[in-house]
């Protein structure tokens, strides 16, 4: 699916950024990749300006909803017609990429597209723990859905 552009949010992941960064071209090659900057305060922001295509820069934390929602505005203006989204502290493994994005030719979008009786896929990713996760599960969850809901209008018209 081209253009295919991958958002990478990043907030102080220094010490695992670069190897997911290694594994999203190994797995999705000529993907465009758009690192956001958390307002990291460590090595993260410098980094991202060097395994990116497009570094999105935030001078203080504004949490994942609002680096997601800079990547997507920033994949929309670039024509993408898939949008992947994966952390950047390693926990999702990257060679799972082609899964997902393979699923877009097969299936429908967002839970508003399955009440209407579109096709939706689910595609399992194993996870990996080891380094901590700033994610907060409901509260980012929900950031996530408010952000998808509001790009909507570009998703489904795509």
């Known amino acids: 699916m081209e253009p295919l552009v991958v958002v990478l949010p990043a907030y102080n992941a220094e010490p695992t950024l670069a190897k997911v960064a290694k594994d999203l071209r190994r797995n999705l090659p000529g993907a465009w990749i758009i690192g956001v900057d958390d307002g990291s305060t460590d090595g993260s922001r410098q980094l991202l300006r060097t395994v990116t295509d ?3 820069e935030f001078d203080k934390n504004r949490g994942k909803g609002a680096a997601l929602r800079a990547g997507f505005d920033a994949a929309l203006k670039k024509g993408a017609a898939a949008v992947l989204t994966i952390d950047s502290d390693g926990q999702h493994d990257a060679a799972f990429a082609p899964a997902i994005i393979g699923a877009l030719d097969r299936a ?3 839970m508003r597209a ?3 009786g579109f096709t939706t896929a689910n595609v399992p990713i ?6 901590p996760s700033y994610f907060r599960e409901f509260r980012d969850a929900w950031l996530v859905i408010k952000v998808l809901w509001r790009h909507r209008a570009g998703i489904f018209h795509r």
Do not use: L, P, Q
């Open 54 to 56: 497009e570094t999105i």
């Open 108 to 110: 429908d979008f967002i």
């Open 114 to 116: 399955a009440r209407a």
């Open 126 to 131: 194993s996870t990996i723990y080891g380094s």
